[in-house]
């Protein structure tokens, strides 16, 4: 259950935005130097306040989370003096560009190794101990939550494919361009069956049905374009005009 308990609040995780990739760290700063006993000797909002960002930080929707955050919006900021913890740790190793190493409760562990940060830019080395399949649900969940590349993530609408694919452009709805091409002759077929289906056998169609009292053309005006052909049936309709006398 959200921890909405407070009615001033009423931020649950279901209207709570995700913190942005910018926003992330800077506040994961701010968490691990956070004082809980000056939180809780402050204002109730403030706590809220500070417990609704740590939600949208984690995306606690686990009933472990929900049961942790419950606590310490009750007053028991105890519930969350270990993820404190395991945050400074962590941001301590990456300061002094050092190693550290971590176990979950379920089992495994890890180990960050901020070492490679002291040649410059190289971003640090993270290691699980973990199976296979774990670490494979793991980093496909952290790297699915971004809803920019999430949302290129689709199925090929054309039906005989179906294939998963990750798309180039916000408009691509096939994997491919032979799958592109098949459902546009597709389509097109379809329509020049329904075309067939709605005129009747031995009858042509409304376009090439000749108009009442129409003139006559001759074979080159009737092989002509639509346009050249109304034009020759104007024509047709005129009076001959009479040659004047010399």
Known sequence: MPYDQDSRVGVTMADARPLAWKE?????LEFANTDLVELGRGRPGDRMNFLDDL???????G??????????????????????DTARELLTAIADRAVVEFRFEAGGG?????????????APEVYYDRPLREMVLLLALEDLRQA????????????ECGNLFFAKRKDQEYCDRP????????EYQKRQKAKKTQTAPG????SDRPAANAPSLRPAEAAAP????????????????????R
């Open 179 to 186: 799958c592109a091409n098949n459902a546009a002759t597709h």
């Open 148 to 159: 920019d590349v999430a949302s290129l993530v689709r199925r090929c609408r054309w039906s």
């Open 226 to 245: 639509p346009v050249m052909k109304a034009r020759a049936q104007r024509k047709a309709k005129r009076p001959a005009r009479k040659r004047k006398g």
């Open 55 to 61: 939600s949208r930080y984690v995306g606690a929707t």
């Open 110 to 122: 890890g180990m960050l190794d901020a070492s490679p940060l002291k040649d410059g830019w190289r």
């Open 63 to 84: 009933e472990k989370e929900q049961d942790e955050l419950a606590r310490a919006a009750g007053g028991d900021l105890t519930a969350i003096s270990p993820a404190i």
């Open 203 to 206: 009858e042509t169609g409304p």
């Open 24 to 28: 992330r760290v800077p506040w994961l």
